[in-house]
């Protein structure tokens, strides 16, 4: 029987060194993962846990794209992450298994409206307008884990037109790759296509029409995002 309407393909990362795509079939966030950001929003950190936001795998930008300012904001953040692609079957999986099940790992933005993240907070209310926002899960090329090596103290940085705005280190991560994997498949059946986008260190802050956005781990290919 024929399809209503023509659905939307899924976005598909490159993966580094080969013709492979990747797909992406959900994206989870992590939040507060480092100190120094949960410090800089007025909040603590939760040692014990992560907690986790959504965005659609629909509202995914693949690096280099160019994209209006969003609707319904006055305050659009960037936030630069580190990126962990899933690449096998994982449920209620130990660290050992979580660290198997990880295909590899890319940079990214989780671009957020931070006005409207305010009010939600505010009112007690989701999140999803402040953090699903089209076009706001900004995606670069996978590096196999294999090649990546061992997630240690690698640079994860953002440039906005030139000028630094977020520079620290992967070990400042609070909950590491295994430990986030592991946790959220408490919760979930994780399987490839499934995207986990770490958190975000100290330093985000606004960005405006015209604005040009880099963002780079090392090991992993750049994350590039300009807004009209
Ligand atoms: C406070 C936030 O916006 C949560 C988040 O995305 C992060 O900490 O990263």
């Not at 198997?100 to 009112?123: E, H």
């Not at 926002?133 to 103290?153: C, I, K, Y």
Request: proline share 7%.
């Amino acid at each position: 029987m024929p399809d209503l309407f023509a659905a939307p393909d899924l976005p598909r990362l490159a993966v580094r060194g080969s013709a492979d795509r990747y797909p992406v079939v959900r994206v989870f966030c992590v939040g507060r993962n480092y100190a120094a950001h949960a410090a800089e929003m007025g909040n603590e950190v939760d040692r014990d846990a992560p907690f986790y936001f959504t965005k659609s795998p629909f509202h995914v930008a693949l690096t280099g794209a160019t994209l209006p300012y969003p609707p319904g904001t006055q305050d659009y953040h960037h936030e630069m992450e580190f990126v962990i692609a899933i690449g096998a079957p994982i449920f209620q999986g130990t660290r050992d298994a979580a660290g198997a099940a990880i295909f590899g790992y890319g940079a990214g933005l989780d671009m957020t409206r931070r006005d409207l993240q305010g009010a939600a907070k505010d009112k007690r209310r989701p999140w999803d307008l402040g953090k699903d926002v089209e076009g706001s899960a900004v995606l670069a090329p996978l590096t196999r884990a294999v090649d990546f090596g061992p997630v240690a103290d690698q640079r994860i940085h953002l440039t906005v037109n030139g000028e630094i705005r977020q520079d620290a280190a992967l070990s400042e991560m609070i909950h590491d790759c295994a430990g986030i994997v592991s946790d959220l498949s408490k919760f979930y059946h994780l399987a490839p296509g499934d995207i986990i986008l770490t958190g975000t260190p100290a330093g985000v802050g606004p960005v405006v029409a015209g604005d040009v956005l880099h963002g780079e781990v090392t090991g992993c290919d750049p994350v590039d995002l300009t807004l009209t």
